[in-house]
Structures are given as C-alpha cells and as structure tokens.
C-alpha cells in the first residue's frame, strides 16, 4: 500500500520516516518529496508498505500524532491525476 504523510518537519529524512514505520512492520520504500532545484523537502512524503494489514495499522497510530513538533497526516495515498502540462492554461 501506498501511504501519504503530509505537515512533516522539513528536517526529516527518508531513513527518519521509514523508522517511523518500521514499527508496524516492513517498509518496502520511504521517500521524502523535494523542490527540484533547491532540494530542500516540501514537507509531504510517500510510505510503500507491503503487507496491507500492517499499513492500515501504521495509518490509525500515526495520523495526527506528533512527529518532530508537528502533527501529521497520514492517509492512503490517492493516485495521481492527469495534470495539464505547466505552463498551459488550457
């Protein structure tokens, strides 16, 4: 299962984030989305977890706790929409 984790701290890293998921079990992938030429994160990130019962569980402890001084907010991830390419109005 795909998982979302919004209002993360900018600090987090991707190896900071699967920690704290390992807990509810094996986490496939973990990454932290960046700005393209700053590389600095913008404060959202993905979780891949295999097992979906174990995702479930990960979702419903950690959504809304505090992680880092913020509150996140995890969820199943939506899939992504197609976009109009930058730039275009229409």
Do not use: H, W
């Amino acid at each position: 299962m795909n998982i979302y984790v919004g209002n993360l701290p900018y600090s987090i890293d991707r190896d900071q984030l699967r920690e704290c998921f390992a807990q509810f079990g094996e986490v496939r992938a973990a990454r932290i989305v960046t700005e393209r030429e700053s590389g600095k994160s913008k404060g959202y990130g993905f979780v891949d977890m295999d097992n979906d019962a174990e995702a479930n569980e990960a979702i419903a402890k950690l959504n809304g706790t505090d992680i880092g001084g913020r509150k996140v907010v995890v969820n199943e991830a939506r899939p992504r929409e197609d976009r109009p390419a930058r730039g275009s109005r229409y």
